[in-house]
């Protein structure tokens, strides 16, 4: 008994230790099989206290009085699949006649406290059909990527969501996006992710960081172009326009609309011209772009024009001609200026870590789902990296992407520089790399005087 008692005790001990330590191994060593046995166990009473069961057909009632056999219960959604993940549960259901899957999405919180899940959601994954994801422990607390993630061209793993599956930056599904948030909210880590994401793969990067370059020109080695300043970044947006109008110059020439031609090889973007003759894409990342919109004088008005006509050139034609653009910023209304909401309009992804004032989450969300508005000004301040991430089509997703330091990105772009293509109307922008000996800038005054 005493030996017993022992190994209980050191049982109970390695899995508390577990759990606080590396969550993940504790939910795959004990936590799946005790979930599976809870969940198939209750499902039936948990689906009926939930009121999500419906009553027996009348053919059903019927038989029974027939052949004087019991009334049946009623009946909960049919398990089509019971598969278990690294994260979770995963269950396909499948609706009986009279059930929505609005009303699985709606008892999510009750499901979560009757099956002692962490997190639950659920999604229609055809009409009839809904998978429900059931979270055994905190995902977003440690972010932790999974190691097979997919590769396809222009999708970036940029984030982990609640519910245990990846978040992806898609660009050709995707083409534009919009990242807001206060400082300290995280969108810096979440740009580097994708930079990280994006240095890898056969794509030119363009920056325009008008905090004089500290964000972004650490990473200068995987950037075809950047600009510092305002005034450089209206130069590199009108050679952007140009090298757009010259690829769609390339694609109308490539189209051979003949007769002969099968229609799915009729070009009309750069992924329809063979391999050979396909221009390189372009994501051009905005970092703080309010320093882009405002201005003081006459002049600066002027050229604040000019920029904001050239990104909604690039929002509205760019898709086509492989140019993505990236926004980022604390704030994105009309107070600055107009041309802003038509620029918003184009830009389908939309990112929101945490806002100081829900008018901040409106701009994101206002006209795409309310509940994502409220879930957005509900993030904590002590949880950086937290956002909730939403498009057009009114879903969106809680989601944190992993910590990676300046360092990291640095050394993952410094890796991949000879990635970085030279596009010849971007030239005059190549950032000029000189090392620390070369260029040497004084950490204060006192150490200038120093030296």
Known sequence: MTAFTVCLVLVVAAAGLLRWRRPAWCWMTFGVTLASLRVLIRYASVMDACGLTVPPSRWRL?????????????????????????????????LRPGQDAFDIAAASDRLRHSFSMYGVTSREVRSGVVEVRMTGYDVLKRVQMPAKLDTRPMRVPVALREDGSVHYRDYRAVPHALTLGATESGKSVYQRNLVVGLAPMDVALVGIDCKRGVELFPLARRFSALADNPDTAAELLDALVSRME??????????????????????????????????????????????????????????????????????????????????????????????????????????????????????????????????????????????????????????????????????????????????????????????????????????????
């Open 246 to 451: 010259g690829v769609y110059q390339l694609i109308r020439a490539e189209q051979r609309i003949t007769a002969d031609v099968p229609d799915a090889e009729i070009a009309a973007d750069i992924w329809d011209l063979p391999e050979h003759l396909r221009p390189t894409p372009v994501v051009v990342l905005v970092d703080e772009v309010a320093e882009l919109a405002l201005f003081a004088s006459k002049d600066e008005e002027k050229r604040r024009d000019r920029i904001i006509t050239a990104l909604v050139r690039l929002a509205q034609l760019g898709r086509a001609a492989g140019i993505y653009l990236e926004i980022c910023g604390q704030r994105f209304g009309s107070e600055l200026g107009k041309g802003i909401t038509m620029l918003r309009a184009q830009l389908t992804g939309r990112t929101a870590h945490r806002v100081n004032d829900e008018t901040s989450a409106n701009m994101a969300f206002g006209d795409i789902s309310p509940d994502a508005v409220l879930a957005a000004i509900q993030i904590p301040a002590e949880l950086r990296g937290i956002a909730i991430a939403g498009d057009s089509t009114g879903g969106w997703h809680r989601i944190r992407a992993p910590h990676t330091s300046l360092r990291q990105a640095v050394n993952t772009c410094n890796r991949h520089a000879d990635r970085t293509p030279a596009l010849p109307e971007l030239a005059a922008f190549r950032p000029e790399l000189t090392s620390p000996s070369e260029a040497p800038v004084p950490l204060s005054k006192t150490a200038a005087a120093t030296a």
């Open 62 to 94: 019927a038989l029974a009085r027939v052949t004087n056999r019991p009334i049946p219960e009623s009946r909960p959604p049919r398990i089509l699949r019971f598969r278990p993940s690294r994260t979770g549960l995963v269950l396909r259901l499948g």
